[in-house]
Every structure is written in C-alpha cells, then in structure tokens.
C-alpha cells in the first residue's frame, strides 16, 4: 500500500516536473524566438533626446525657441528625488528592486483582465518596459511586443544603471499640452523649475503619462484631481512623504497655468519676430532643419533688443504714413458670426480665435477688435483683452473719413464720412488708443491697419558685422516674409558707389571729370536712352558731383570707360551679387539683390576696404554646453600678458582680408558724405555725426532705397510693394526711407557714438572746386572748395573729360546750358575771385535706372 502510494506520488511529481519542464522549454523557445532581430538596447547609452534649441539675446534674456517636441533635458542627477519618487509611485513602485519586468504587476494586471472579461485590460508595465516601447518598440497592446518588452528590458538592465534608465524615461514621457519629459510639463503646467514643484504639483506631472490626453486639468479637473491623489497616497505608502504632507498636500486645489493659477512662462518670450526667425532659417540651412530643431542649441543672438524696437517702428511709422494717405480701407479681412456676438463672453471667445496681428506696437498697442454695433454715425467696438466701459468703446464719425473702401470690382468707394461707410457688424479690426501729445492723457479709439506697401530695414557694426537690428516688413505676424534678407529689388541708384569704387581702384578721382549728356544705345529691344532724373544735363562734371547729385549719364560712360566687367567683379567681391550680368544698365541697379547684402556690402565701405561677414549669431553652444560656433575669429595678442601698461587697452589682430583699398574706401566715403552733406539726401538726414550714405530711386519709383553709415553703424532700408508698382511721384530714396534711417540712427547715436571717419596714411589732400574739378589753392574757402584726398606720389591731371565712348544723338544736345556764369571763392590773400561756370542742377532726386 505504501509503495502504491509512493509511486502515485513519484508520477504525480514526475508529470508536475515534466510539465513545468515543458512550460519553461515553451516559455524559453517562446523568448528565444521573440528575442531574435530585436533593436540594440545598446544605442540607448547614446542616446540624445530631441530638445529644445533657445535663443538668446546678448543680455542673457531668452527671446526664442524651436523644437518639433518641447523637451528640456535634464541629467538624472538634477532631478529632485521628490519627482522621480512621485513618478516611481505612480508608475513602478519596485523600480529600484526589480531587474526590468514586475512578474507581480504582470499577474495583478492578467487576473484584473480576467475578472473584467476583457473590460478593464491594464498595462502592467515597469519603467524600464515602459523606455524600451516608446525607444525601441510600438505602443501597440499586443502580447508580442510584451514579450518583447521585458526581453530588451533584462538586457536593458545588464547594460544601464537604474538612474540612467530614470534618465531616459522622465525626458522622454509625453505628458500632455506638446511637453516632453518633466523639466518642460513643470514650465508648461506651473511656470516652474523642477526644484520649485511641491509634492502635490510632482504628483500632478506623474498623473500624466497614463493618459495625457484625458487628463487635462482644465476640461478634466476632477479626474486629474482623483489621479493626483492617488499618486500622494501612493508617496506616503512608500515611504517618500510623511503623514502631515500627505494630509496638507491632498487638500489644496488643482491649480494649473492652464487654470489661469500662474503665468504662462511665454509671457516671458517677446513675440516671435523677423530676427529670430531669420536665425532659424539660417541655421537651419546651416545644420540641416532635423538638427536645429532637436539639436539643443543655445543660440547667442547680436540683436540688441532696444534698437530692434527703435528698427520696428521707424519702419511701421514711414509705411503707415503712406498707407494712411493713399486712403483706401482694406481691414482685416476676417469676420464674426453674427450669433457670436450677443453676449461678451462669446465674442470674446471668437475673437481670441481669429489669426490677426498681434505684435503692432507702433504709438501703443494694436488690439484686435470686433465691430459690434453700428450707429447714424459711430460704431461700437468690442476689445481684445480691454474691459468694457459703461458706455463701451467706440469708432467716432471723424476717425474714418481720410478713406474709402474698395468695391468688388476693384474701383474705390465714396470717402466716409461715418463709421457704417467703412465697418459692419461682426468685421474684426484692429485698433490703439489715440492719446494726448501734451500729457499722454485718452483721447479716443482710432482704427488701424497693415499697410499693404512693405520695405526692410537692418543695421550692423560694420567692423564686426553684427547685425544689431533687423525688420523684415511691417509686421512678422501678418507677413513672415522677411524682405531684409529674403526680398530680390532693384537697388538703383544706392548700387552707384560700385561702380564709382571700381572708376577710383582704376586711377579715376573725385575730381575726375566724366561728360554728362545724352546717349544712345542699340539694344535687342530696341534703342535705349538713358536720362537724368531731372530730364536735364550738366555737361563735363567732376565724379563727385556725379554721385553726390546721383547722375545716372555719368555713372553709364563712367561704367563704359571701366568696363563692365570690371565692376561686376567688384559687385561680387562685395558680395552684392553672386555672378553679375556685365550690362550697361545694371550700374544702375537694374539687377535684383537683397538688403541684406547691400548693407553688408557698404559696411567695407566704411570700415576702411576690410572685409565683414554679416551675423545674426555671435555664438552657439550644443546641449553640452560646447561651443560649436562663433563669430569673432579676432586674435587678442596681450589678453595673457603681464606687460600690459594700467589702463591700456590690449591689442586685437583682424584676420579679416581686404577687399579695396584703403585710400579708395575713404574717398568713396568722403563722396557719399558729400550726398548727405549736400547732395539727394541733404534733406532727409541730420544727425550730429559724420554721417555718408546713398539714395536709390528705381523707375517709376518701384522701390526706393536709403543705405547710409556713421563710423561704427551702417543702416540700410528700402520700402516698396510685393509685387512691384510705381509708389507716385513723390516717392523717393530720400523721402521715404531717409526719414527710417534718419529716426533709427538718431537713437543709435545715443548708443554707439560715432566720429570722423578714420583718414588712411599714404594720402594727402588737394582743394578741388567741386563743381568743375579744378586746383585751387591751398587757402582758398568757399561752399564751392572741397578737400578731396589723393594717394602720395600720385598727381591728378586735371581738365581731361571722359565720355565713354559714346557717339552723341543727332538730335539732342551734348548738354543743357548752364544758367549762371560763375560764383565765388575766397583765395589765400583775402581776395574774392569769380570762377565756374556752375551747373544749373534742377530738380535733385534720387536718379535711378534711367
């Protein structure tokens, strides 16, 4: 009997036995096959979590940044322990005791799915799973990728220490509102650092990974509220809280940025503008956009934030000036419905949702706004973030009658006389306050629009090539094409130094005599007959004149003389154009290049024939703080040595490479001075330093430009339409772009100072009568006598006249009569003489193509 016994006892332990054996050979042929092809875990000791590249201003202020996921990372041993406990509760409480997979969990969660038939399946992930499905698997519920999970989490395991699991996890997690990883759902939610959160708002965060989307903590609050609870509760079981702070913690509020209970941490960024965004296109050319948008960067920017400002609005302030006088409403083009606006809450709604420009700050605040009633004579206006009066905000009658509105078929309405003339119910219209010049006090609401007439702007040290300040239209948020760098116009006129910079190189002088009369010119499209902007000519004309005066006959028989070529090579030298066509026409700008390069372009002009690089970035630094750029390549020679004297300054070697001659850079400046001392820009620019610069005009006054320079600042500026149109016969380089150089520089000035220009060694100076170039003597003075600058060793013949090599039109004259006989100077014995003739200019412009 008792061996009868033993033997059901030995079958029955030897069925349990193979049985068991089967089920691990099962098991294990289970693993074995599923661990076959699997990704290396190995690369994630590698790994570098896609984060947020920011920009910086030189101050150190934050003014940007661009990520495809908003993640900042963060090493594990910066994450407070308060955190990765209330992750670790909430998620996997044996973390630090399991070796990837939690066989308790897993059995908890199949008797849970069991019971529920199926309803209630819950993961029973660990963390470590968790990183090995988002990193290397899909999130997909099915049991092969479980088995496949806990496989590379055991290798996982072998390889990566707890905390750098920890790591990878708690910067990798989605958790909701476009945050990736702690450090960023802490900003997000709580305008936050992560050593500022308190037990309840950690135990918020680690509510979020189970379903980001449901638990929002504004549209979910109970949920959320529940979830984070639990998550303290959890704290407490596991020793990470005490009983107080469990009890204190669970009674506060829900509060949230998204609640309205902080601000949101972008209040803090300035809205995205044409500086920044100008960087991102850049540097995304330079790295590849994948890089830069993931990469880390730490972006040092050269903008100075207070003259981008001054930039921003002298533009804004010269094209709404002329889009207010042209007079023509054209609004914004959005609308309301009207069961929108019956109650203040719902227009608001509708209003925040409506895509306008809210970056205007041009004489105050632009605030969108929605008509909401219109009177015999005024129209009551609901305002974006402005409470509402007793009486509510009104349009009065008088602010709408300098325009018309365009009828559908294109041609303009009656002038306005009240507000029902331009506005209707439900229209979205932008709007600032009109205040007292005398005390700042209301006056009124006025309406405002972007002008549809567009320009650029952009300012830069021009021995660094930093580029200080940049707009790029009149607004980034209704027009993010940047016309500084991105726009291809004709410069005209402002091209003009170029070829001048070329004549001088190949032995001309400012005291050069070139012919100015008509010519003629056989082209495939028929004859060509360039003309002055004044319709008029001056005869033999020192150089000069030429430019100061802006003439374009002179400029074509100067480039003639020289030959195209020749200055198209300078053009690209300068790096104005990349291969310039060598056409006579292009010396007065017919071909298109940027602001951009132009005003870089003029920089070497003023900083003596050297070199620059235009930069909108001193410096860049990748997610480890290396720096991987930077601009200034100068060398300081003394910055380590002790025989510096007390209060002197060490010595900076440039490796810049010189692209003209020093001497020929300081007589091309010495004659765009002239053009502002004198000359097309006499009228537009005064300010209390040395300042040269060059007007450009182009036909029918399509796009009209303004590049000037102190010692340290050169600015440029050009204003015309998308899609080019005449902007009228009063538009000019000097009275439309003069005015934004003239209120920018003003400022600048104040900032950066500026002097005489630096005078070249190997030189001397000759007094030139600048209207006929000849010799006067050493001591003669007058409006008429200019000191023009010479290299050493080389004498100017003077009286020779160059004409190009044109042959003259049969019907039209070598040049208009000069209209007065001679002026006067006084000579070095006190004594005044009569010499000349002077030229009779008429009417001084900008010139242009022809």
């Known amino acids: 009997m008792i061996r009868f016994i033993l033997s059901i006892f030995g079958a029955v332990f030897t069925v349990i036995t193979m049985g068991l054996f089967m089920v691990a050979l099962t098991v294990g042929g289970v693993f074995w096959m599923y661990g076959q092809d699997l990704p290396s875990h190995e690369s994630l000791a590698q790994y570098k979590p896609p984060t947020i590249s920011r920009i910086y201003s030189g101050e150190g202020q934050m003014i940007d940044e661009f990520a495809q996921e908003r993640r900042l990372f963060v090493p594990a041993e910066e994450i407070p322990d308060l955190v990765k406990h209330a992750f670790i509760s909430a998620e996997d409480k044996n973390f630090y005791t399991h070796h990837g997979y939690d066989l308790r969990g897993i059995a908890a969660a199949a008797y849970e799915a069991i019971r529920s038939k199926g309803e209630n399946v819950r993961g029973a992930s660990t963390i470590t799973q968790q990183v090995m499905k988002n990193f290397l698997l899909s999130g997909d519920r099915q049991a092969e990728r479980k088995i496949k999970e806990i496989i590379l989490a055991t290798r996982i395991e072998g390889t990566l220490s707890k905390e750098q699991i920890l790591e990878l996890y708690m910067n990798e997690i989605f958790l909701g509102q476009n945050s990736y990883g702690v450090a960023a759902a802490a900003q997000t939610y709580f305008n936050k650092t992560l050593s500022e959160l308190a037990p309840h708002e950690a135990a918020m965060l680690a509510s979020m990974p189970q379903a980001p989307g449901r638990y929002h903590p504004v549209q979910a609050k109970e ?23 469990y009890e204190s913690e669970v009674k506060l509020p829900l509060r949230s940025v998204q609640n309205g209970d902080f601000e949101s941490f972008r209040t803090a960024i300035p809205p995205r503008n044409y500086f920044t965004d100008e960087i991102r296109r850049q540097l995304s050319e330079d790295f590849g956009e994948g890089e830069f948008f993931t990469g880390g960067f730490t972006v040092r920017a050269t903008i100075d934030e207070d003259m981008q400002v001054v930039a921003e609005h002298a533009l804004q302030e010269q094209l ?9 409403w054209r609004g914004t083009g959005e609308t309301i419905a009207a069961d929108k606006l019956g109650d203040e809450a719902s227009w608001r709604a509708a209003l925040a949702e409506v895509s306008v420009p809210r970056d205007i700050t041009l004489n105050g ?6 008509v909401l009633e219109v009177g015999s004579n005024d129209a009551r206006i609901g305002i ?33 006389s009240v507000a029902g003339d331009l506005l209707e119910v439900g229209e979205v219209v932008l709007v600032r306050r009109m205040t007292s010049d005398s005390d700042g006090s209301f006056i009124r609401w006025t309406l405002r629009q972007p002008s549809e007439v567009q320009g650029g702007f952009m300012a830069m040290d021009v021995n660094t090539g930093r580029v200080i300040a940049m707009q790029g239209g009149f607004s980034y948020q209704d027009s993010v094409f940047n016309r500084a760098t991105q726009a291809q116009r004709q410069p005209g006129s402002s091209f003009k130094p170029f070829v001048y910079a070329a004549a001088l190189d190949s032995g001309y002088s400012p005291a050069t005599i070139v012919v100015d009369a008509p010519i003629e010119i056989n082209t495939p499209q028929g004859l060509w007959r360039p003309r002055n902007s004044s ?12 430019i100061e005066q802006s003439r374009n006959l002179m400029t074509i028989r100067l480039a003639q003389e020289i030959g195209m070529e020749v200055v198209a090579g300078y053009a690209e030298r300068f790096g104005v154009y990349d291969n310039m066509g060598p056409y006579l026409a292009n010396s007065l700008g017919s071909e298109e290049t940027t602001l951009y390069k132009m005003v870089a372009a003029y920089a070497m002009f003023a900083n003596g024939g050297e070199r620059v690089m235009p930069t909108l970035v001193d410096r860049i630094q990748d997610r480890y703080g290396r720096t991987i750029y930077r601009h200034d390549r100068r060398t300081c020679v003394d ?41 097309t820009a006499a009228g537009a620019i005064n300010l209390p330093v040395p300042i040269a610069g060059k007007t450009g005009t182009t036909n029918d006054a399509r796009d009209v430009w303004f590049i000037g320079f102190s010692s340290n600042i050169v600015a440029g500026c050009y204003i015309g339409f998308d899609r080019p149109r005449p902007l009228g016969r009063r538009a000019y380089g000097s009275s439309m772009c003069g005015p934004v150089f003239q209120s920018f520089m003003s400022e600048a000035v104040k900032q950066f100072g500026g002097g005489p220009f630096e005078v070249p060694p190997g030189g001397h100076f000759i007094k030139i009568d600048r209207y006929t170039g000849s010799r006067l003597p050493d001591s003669a003075s007058g409006p008429y006598v200019v000191a023009e600058y010479f290299r050493d060793g080389w004498e100017p013949i003077f009286g020779l006249a160059y004409d190009g090599g044109f042959a003259m039109g049969s019907n039209l004259p070598l040049f208009e009569e000069v209209g007065e006989s001679g002026r006067q100077v006084t000579t070095s014995g006190g004594n005044t003489v009569t010499v000349g003739p002077k030229a009779d200019f008429g009417t001084v412009s900008s010139g242009g193509l022809y």
């Open 223 to 245: 949920r959320v509220t529940q979830r984070r609870n639990y998550v303290l509760r959890e704290m407490l079981e596991n020793g990470y809280i005490d009983e107080a702070t």
């Open 320 to 328: 709404e000036d002329y889009d207010r006088s042209a007079g023509v």
């Open 365 to 370: 605040i632009w605030y969108p706004a929605v």
């Open 384 to 416: 974006e973030n402005v409470q509402e009066d007793e009486d509510g905000h009104w349009i009065p009658a008088k602010d709408v009658q300098w325009a018309r509105k365009r009828n559908a078929d294109g041609s303009l309405g009656k002038k306005a």
């Open 535 to 546: 319709n008029k000519y001056y005869g033999p004309t020192p150089l000069r004149t030429g």
């Open 639 to 679: 910055c380590s040595s002790p025989d510096v004297r007390p209060g002197a300054a060490p010595r900076i070697e440039s490796n810049r490479s010189r692209v003209m001659d020093a001497i020929t850079a300081y007589q091309l400046t010495s004659m765009m001075k002239g053009v502002v001392d004198r000359g």
